[in-house]
């Protein structure tokens, strides 16, 4: 089915202008057609068929389903809850502090707000539909394993002793708020969602995601077509190959403060790995573009201390850099 | 008169609801304060974990998206 969209590009490329798809120009056209035409028909499905699927989990039912769990089994829910549930970044604040304020322990809390970024059905659908359902689910169980762990080790080092004074003081008088389950019983955002509702709910997100991610999907599939067309075959490989122990850490300090959307990232990775960039190397640099942010950081300050953002970059730079190393390391021992 | 907050970190969404609050009561006539809060323990107080949310004259009505013009509708004529 998707090869439609590279006859797509090749009827617009090579058959209207005229050009050949071996050469920089008619390349690099080709590539950006055939992926931005291919992403936006799978998205706009996607998106729409997930959200009618989901539209009654609420991150007020999660919170009051995670609050109370036994901790290690919080893990693991916090983090898969993190990649399933609707979430937009600018609700960060608001959602750590509902957590902590219904007693449930940072390192949970950071497990979903750590997942959530790397893990959305836009990531998803990017990922299996231009590296393949293998890539795509070693890219889950990383994002999810990093969620995870970091929650873990958070906790570990208490970081709660690391929040600003009101943040620490709403965990430690912890008591489940109810004003938002209130109103949701109100507006009929129940259970029983009716399926128009539900439609409601799915055109809301369908738009809603859109509007947010078009604009990525063209920087990044324009940035790959570039790499694709204009890098010449084999630098990348040479310069930043397998035998370059650094590039791993450099690529990920690199990308942390750099703001991208995964949509935006996905085809520079697609276009990285067939540049000859190895695996590893991309999957750190996108995973740590994607998971934080200098944005991000600086709203976070509102309820961490200095400190513990400290720590969280430091973790966040180590994780990645492991999960590059391990995964050229596999590839070059022939596992992907 | 009311009272309206819209609560939110002072994303586009935040800034759109504001607007359309202000807009759909100026069309309805009804006479309305509209203001933006971004700070985190107001949030916290009204236990809104997804932004932007409503608050009208203290209560809470609405969170986590745009509202739609008939629930605007709804509670500026209430």
């Known amino acids: ?336 | 008169m009311k009272t309206i907050q819209v609560l939110g970190s002072g994303c586009t969404k935040c800034r759109k609801t504001a607007e359309s609050i202000e807009r759909i009561a100026e069309q309805l006539g009804v006479e309305v304060t509209v203001t933006k809060e971004a700070d985190p323990q107001l949030m916290m107080q009204h236990g809104v974990m997804t932004t932007p949310a409503v608050v009208i004259d203290g209560r809470l009505q609405h969170s986590g998206s745009i509202p739609h013009r008939d629930e605007i509708e709804r509670w500026l004529q209430s």
């Open chain 1, 1 to 336: 089915m998707l090869e439609w969209f590279s006859r797509l590009a090749d009827f617009l490329i090579v058959e209207q202008l005229g050009l050949s798809r071996d050469d920089r120009l008619g390349g690099a056209l080709h590539f950006f057609v055939e992926d931005t035409s291919k992403i936006f028909v799978l998205l706009v499905v996607m998106i729409y068929l997930i959200a009618l699927a989901r539209a009654s989990l609420r991150v007020e039912r999660v919170r009051d389903y995670l609050a109370g769990r036994n901790r290690y089994l919080g893990y693991g829910l916090g983090s898969a809850f993190g990649a399933i549930t609707p979430f937009c970044s600018c609700s960060s604040i608001p959602l750590f502090l509902g957590f902590t304020s219904a007693g449930i322990p940072i390192g949970i809390t950071m497990s979903f707000l750590l997942t959530s970024p790397l893990i959305n059905e836009v990531a998803i659908v990017l990922l299996a539909s231009l590296l393949g359902w293998k890539f795509t689910l070693v890219y889950v169980v990383v994002g999810m394993s990093v969620g995870m762990f970091g929650g873990l080790f958070l906790d570990s080092i208490r970081a709660e002793r690391l929040l600003q004074a009101f943040a620490r003081k709403a965990f430690d008088n912890a008591s489940a708020p109810a004003a938002v389950d209130n109103i949701i019983e109100n507006s009929g955002q129940n259970d029983s969602l009716t399926l128009s509702a539900r439609h409601r709910f799915a055109m809301d997100e369908l738009t809603d995601i859109l509007s947010r991610v078009w604009k990525w999907v063209f920087i990044g599939v324009g940035v790959g077509a570039a790499l694709h067309g204009f890098v010449p075959e084999g630098w990348i490989e040479q310069h930043l190959g397998d035998g370059q122990w650094w590039s791993v850490p450099a690529a990920v300090a690199l990308g942390i403060p750099l703001y991208a959307n995964a949509t935006g990232v996905i085809p520079v990775m697609e276009s990285l790995i067939t540049q000859g960039l190895p695996v590893g190397t991309t999957l750190a640099f996108c995973m740590s573009t994607v998971a934080a942010s200098f944005p991000e950081f600086i709203l976070l300050k509102q309820v961490m201390q200095w400190r513990l953002l400290a720590i969280l970059f430091v973790l966040l730079l180590v994780s990645f850099t492991l999960v590059g190393w391990l995964f050229n390391g596999l590839s070059g021992l022939g596992f992907l």
